[in-house]
């Protein structure tokens, strides 16, 4: 049945993403931190060989085994009549399955919906548990001798997406499964049509300055394809670097009444944690979308 190779193909592309996003993280921000701030740059807690692996990495690992185990325990024996956690994961596949068909097409989600529900799952529950008390506050540090209060100078866990390597990692994926997806769709040829040529009927010496016209456009177009991962990767980590950010000034602007002060922030983190992870799968498909469907009038015929 589709609907249950769509969840063995959810839980296959968790692990090969985990995998490949896990040895792309490394450390690569160096920035001026202050005491109470979030850092830019993820901290460092033990090698494996040459690899460092950070608290970021560390949580990210957390969050794709735990959502694997999960994936494993709700399709080990399925039922027909669901039940528990098959339930919940059918409700949660079938809602992005159904979601994804109505925008980009029949056709198209069954290629691509493999790596759109992963990456929207993954995401979503990376922000959540970045927002578990503990993370981010919980590690090595120093007590101030004045205020005698205790600074995590080396936090155990940090929000996997509040660090730009893991974000930039998962849409450098994108990038490559986009320009797959692509020449799968246009062929080499069609591809680059798509980008250089001219659209629309035109003929005689109003189509050789279109030729010229859109040639140079297509120069910009190419711009805008190799800007992508810079801008989801940005998005997603600005947000949620800037939402840990808001949370560890809160809980420090009075320390007495940081429990109350953070209560509005908390929810609030959350719904953008569920926005963020929706944008970054809507923008990829839309994306994919845009260079897969073929303009009118040069539809295949069968």
Known sequence: ???????????????????????????????????????LKATGLFQIGKLTVTNSMLVSWIVAIAVILFAQMA???IKTVPSGAQNFWEWLVESLYNFLESIIGRDLVKKTFWFFATIFIF??????????????????GHRDP???????DRPLLRGANADLNMTFAMAAVFFVLWIIWAIQANGVGGFLLHIFGPKGETSGFLKVVMVVIFFMVGWLEVVSILFRPISLSFRLFGNVYAGESILGAMSN?????????????YFMEV?????????????????TLLIAQHQPGHEVHH
């Open 1 to 39: 049945m589709l609907r249950h190779r769509c969840f063995l193909e959810v839980k296959s592309a968790l692990t090969a993403l985990t995998v490949f996003v896990c040895l792309t993280l490394a450390p690569a921000l160096m920035a001026a931190e202050t005491e109470e701030s979030l850092p």
């Open 75 to 77: 399709t080990r024996n």
């Open 123 to 140: 995401i979503l529950f990376t922000n959540w548990v970045g927002l578990i008390p503990g993370v981010g506050t919980i590690g090595w």
């Open 146 to 152: 004045t205020t005698g209060i205790f600074h995590v």
């Open 253 to 265: 602007m009075v320390p007495a009444l940081s429990w109350l002060l953070l209560i509005p922030f």
């Open 271 to 287: 719904l953008v944690g569920l926005v963020q992870a929706m944008v970054f799968m809507l923008l990829t498909a839309v994306f």
